[in-house]
């Protein structure tokens, strides 16, 4: 498999810097923001987020955790279990500006899962979506509202976000599945 890295701790340090800046300015400062980011990744940048944007507008922003996992569509069929993570959201969304944070945005599946559970919860006056890496292929009319960077990928490719936190390093990559001999010459003779 081939790795292409895409962002280095230090590029995810000012991606993460930049995003909280274009947070605070779409919003007019932080008054009624507050931040909810999908477990498990999505929640290690909502807080890395909400201390970033403290630091600019000397203001606690209210940060919360979300498990998605009994709203997931992908759930029925598979045999396992599923692992369930809590949900800690510990002021009341109703009327609040929430930045829903996550790592990569796909086809919008998480991000639907994520409303879903949110409305559960409250009802915020609105929802903006900020992901770090958005590699396209849309299955659903998702839209991030703040993107660290937009990868376009293929279907074979992978991002992969390693998070201090999770992983004891911080790295953004792209993985490039190895393709077949076999699959090389059926598009060859197409052309």
Do not use: W
């Amino acid at each position: 498999m081939k790795k292409t890295k895409l962002f280095d701790a230090a590029g995810l340090r000012r991606t993460v810097n930049r995003l909280a800046h274009e947070v605070v300015e779409k919003n007019k400062g932080v008054e009624d923001l507050a931040i909810v980011g999908i477990r498990t990744r999505g929640d290690y940048l909502a807080r890395r987020l909400a201390q970033k944007i403290e630091e600019i507008e000397h203001k606690p922003v209210p940060v919360g955790s979300l498990d998605i996992t009994l709203y997931r569509d992908d759930l029925h069929g598979k045999l396992e279990q599923p692992q369930l993570k809590s949900t800690e959201i510990l002021f009341d969304v109703t009327g609040k500006i929430l930045v829903l944070v996550d790592d990569v945005l796909f086809t919008g599946r998480t991000v639907r899962a994520a409303l879903n559970a949110l409305m559960d919860i409250g009802r915020p006056s609105s929802i903006q979506l900020l992901v770090l890496v958005d590699r396209g292929h849309r299955e659903l009319p998702i839209k991030a509202d703040f993107a660290g960077k937009n990868v376009p990928t293929s279907l074979r490719q992978q991002v992969q976000v390693l998070l201090e936190e999770a992983d004891k390093e911080d790295g953004v990559y792209l993985l490039d599945a190895k393709v077949d001999a076999e699959e090389i010459e059926q598009k060859e003779k197409k052309q």
